[in-house]
Nanobody, 120 residues
Framework: QVQLVESGGGLVQAGGSLRLSCAAS????????MGWFRQAPGKEREFVAA????????YYAVSVKGRFTISRDNAKNTVYLQMNSLKPEDTAVYYC?????????????WGQGTQVTVSS
């Protein structure tokens, strides 16, 4: 069992940056692939980024590639999402999630989400 708690969301102007954190409970954090997803009002939840157990491979949605960076610190049981050059269309609730099967598979555990609002 893994519990996930996101933090770091907030209000930022377009072009600004935010770093989201996701703290995980449980002793086997390093066994899970981790991902970030987002859901904007009136839209379906979408994939943003993911990272393998060993942090050696990362994956990004086309819309964020080159602007967002996912990383993890297994010693701290934490995954991060550094978001640069933010745009109003990045406004959403951001969720972190853990996957047993891999970064591009199904996700088994989800956090409660953190709001990111980008003003124009």
């Amino acid at each position: 069992q893994v519990q996930l708690v996101e933090s770091g969301g907030g209000l930022v102007q377009a072009g600004g940056s935010l770093r989201l954190s996701c703290a995980a409970s449980g002793r086997t954090f390093s066994s899970y692939a981790m991902g970030w997803f987002r859901q904007a009002p009136g839209k379906e939840r979408e994939f943003v980024a993911a990272i393998r157990w060993s942090a050696g491979s990362t994956y990004y949605a086309v819309s964020v590639k080159g602007r967002f960076t996912i990383s993890r610190d297994n010693a701290k049981n934490t995954v991060y999402l550094q978001m640069n050059s933010l745009k109003p269309e990045d406004t959403a609730v951001y969720y972190c999630a853990a996957s047993v099967t891999g970064p591009l598979g199904g996700y088994d555990y989800w956090g409660q989400g953190t709001q990111v609002t980008v003003s124009s």
